[in-house]
């Protein structure tokens, strides 16, 4: 069900996400090599010169 906070997020009955992907981590012999907070920067630096936003 979706509820509407206070804060104008909106929340679901549902708890974060915390899968356990160390199984397919092993499996597929992958381990990124690019902390996320990284990549995700650069993937927004990406978009905007691609997309060409300000």
């Known amino acids: 069900m979706w509820r509407l ?3 104008g997020a909106i929340q679901t009955d549902r ?3 915390r ?3 160390s199984e397919t981590r ?3 012999d992958y381990a990124p090599a690019t902390p996320i907070d990284v990549g995700v920067g650069r993937f927004v630096d990406w978009y905007r010169a ?3 936003v300000p």
């Open 5 to 7: 906070a206070a804060s």
């Open 15 to 17: 708890s974060p996400n």
């Open 50 to 52: 691609f997309y060409r």
């Open 26 to 28: 092993q499996a597929l």
């Open 19 to 21: 899968t356990d992907i």
